[in-house]
Nanobody, 127 residues
Framework: QVQLVASGGGSVQAGGSLRLSCATF????????MAWFRQGPGQEREGVAS???????TYADSVKGRFTISKDNAVNTLYLQMNSVKPEDTAMYYCAAVATGYGSSRCPLSRMTFRYWGRGTQVTVSS
């Protein structure tokens, strides 16, 4: 049974860094597309970054050049490295996954794409 467990959230000052982790269970990294989403207070859940089963990455314009998504098959963990954070990055962050096939480059940042979701981890950025 697929399970996703996000961690690493916390409070950080603007300009600082934070790394989120998502431990995965029963997820084959060469078959699954995985992503990070976030939802701020009173806002819709939005895609932040995705990584396809072939390693292709996609980023929201708001985080390009600041955030990096990666995965480590050896420890079954998805990461989101957040650098130069801003107060507008404050949100609950969620990891998500869906099986898309071996070696696929397809991994759109759309909520409707993903079947499996972890519980969120809160990130708060102070100015």
């Amino acid at each position: 049974q697929v399970q996703l467990v996000a961690s690493g959230g916390g409070s950080v000052q603007a300009g600082g860094s934070l790394r989120l982790s998502c431990a995965t269970f029963a997820v084959a990294y060469d078959v699954y597309c995985m992503a990070w989403f976030r939802q701020g207070p009173g806002q819709e859940r939005e895609g932040v970054a995705s990584i396809a089963s072939d390693g292709t990455t996609t980023y929201a314009d708001s985080v390009k050049g600041r955030f990096t998504i990666s995965k480590d098959n050896a420890v079954n963990t998805l990461y989101l490295q957040m650098n130069s954070v801003k107060p507008e990055d404050t949100a609950m962050y969620y990891c998500a996954a869906v099986a898309t096939g071996y070696g696929s480059s397809r991994c759109p940042l759309s909520r409707m794409t993903f079947r499996y979701w972890g519980r969120g981890t809160q990130v708060t950025v102070s100015s």
